[in-house]
């Protein structure tokens, strides 16, 4: 296994010059890590990762694997091996013969080629389908051969490009776990792209978010969760998304969401116009909330409920994820935030860090329990 390594990577295509798809992409996948790259579609996930395997060509910047630069080096030499959304099987091969087929190319031994392809089969518990072709299978069961065909090869790292996307809900969880275990057997390097900001979450050691222009985030999934950098990766990371809305710091220093106060130290020189996030799972009914608001609509999913509260002075309803018995749909209702779980956003989207305990001993005049 091998480690990754990104410095200044650029991409943009001919005749596009001023256009960057990628600009200045630069991190480190360390040797049997997991690393998710994750954004909207569009933003140049599979282009980054075609990159690393050498399938584009890379405008400026410089990629190594284990440490040797590979700018210069074929797809074929680079040791990595692909996984595709799209599987890209041949069906008029058996199953065996697909996951075969590159250590044919290679000229291994039949019957090591034998012994490597059953093994791979034992691993991804179909040993029972070598003998059918692609079209006789299932979705999960083709990209199971796929991913079968990756590892028999030994490759230095796995690339996934959204390898279950084409799978249906109950399936993609399944084989979420199927991967995560792989991992964990194999203690492979792996980089693996989606727009699924749940299989990043899930998944990855470390997530690298890509936004409309670049790289937003990279850090372990908590992290991001915990503390979001800017406005973009809060509302993309966590689900059901995170309320955004714009708050003022009035002339007391006090946050305000329409008519709420809300627990946050301001550090100084923090501006007066703020994005406020507050994640539904962190709002709490509370007699004594700061947020007090009309009933719009109630979701129940079973295990919790999806609570939509209009408030005055907010364009959007916020919501709030309910364990209990959600309230009723025109009821009155009130709210609070979790301590410390108020997330405050500049008006680039830049996160502003709320000020530190000691700053607040000082200040002296709320609660402890107002520390967020
Ligand atoms: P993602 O995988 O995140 O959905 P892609 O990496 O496929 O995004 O694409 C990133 C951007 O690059 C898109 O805006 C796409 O239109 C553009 N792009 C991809 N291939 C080409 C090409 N050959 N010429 C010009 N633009 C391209
Ligand atoms: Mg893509």
């Known amino acids: 296994m091998a480690s990754i390594a990104l410095q ?67 797809p074929a030499k680079r040791g990595l091996a692909m996984v595709f959304q799209s599987y890209a099987l041949y069906a008029h091969m058996s199953v065996f013969e697909n996951i075969a087929f590159g250590l044919k190319l290679a000229r291994v031994p039949k019957a090591e080629i034998k012994a490597s392809v059953q093994s791979v089969a034992k691993m991804l518990q179909m040993e029972h389908l070598l003998e059918r072709r692609p079209p006789q299978l299932s979705g999960g069961q083709r990209q199971r051969v796929a991913i079968g065909r990756a590892i028999v090869r ?42 699924d900001q749940v299989e990043a979450m899930t998944l990855a050691d470390r997530i690298v978010v890509l936004g409309p222009s670049g790289v937003q985030q990279i850090g372990a999934p908590m992290h991001l969760y915990d503390k979001p950098a800017n406005v973009f990766v ?56 700061a947020i007090e608001g009309e009933v719009l609509l109630v979701e129940r999913l079973g295990a919790e ?42 008006q680039d989207g830049r996160r502003i860090e709320a000020a530190a305990l000691e700053n607040k001993a000082i200040a002296g005049s709320a609660g402890l329990s107002e520390v967020a």
């Open 154 to 195: 030994k490759p230095r790292a796995f690339l996934f490009d959204e390898p279950l996307s084409n799978l249906d809900a109950a399936l993609r969880a399944d084989m979420r776990v199927e991967i995560a275990r792989l991992h964990q057997q194999l203690g492979a390097t792996m980089v693996y792209v989606t727009h």
């Open 234 to 289: 809060a509302g993309f990371i966590g689900s059901p998304r995170m309320n955004l809305a714009p708050g003022t710091l009035d002339a007391g220093g006090q946050l305000r969401l329409g008519a709420a106060c809300l627990p946050w130290r301001p550090p100084s020189g923090a501006p007066s116009q703020l994005t406020v996030g507050i994640r539904p799972e962190h709002l709490q009914a509370d007699p004594d909330g």
């Open 8 to 74: 200044g990577v650029g991409k943009t295509y001919p005749g596009k010059e001023a256009q960057y798809i990628l600009r200045d992409v630069g991190f480190t996948i360390e040797d049997g890590e997991f690393v998710v790259l994750v954004g909207p579609s569009g933003c140049g996930k599979s282009t980054l990762l075609r990159m690393i395997a050498g399938l584009e060509e890379i405008s400026a910047g410089e990629i190594s694997i284990a440490g040797v630069r590979v700018n210069d080096t074929p």
């Open 305 to 346: 409920s999806y609570v939509h509260l209009m408030v005055a002075g907010l364009d959007k309803a916020l919501m709030v994820v309910v364990q209990d018995e959600p309230p009723a749909a025109g009821a009155r209702w009130r709210v609070g935030p979790v301590a410390g779980r108020v997330h405050v956003f500049d």
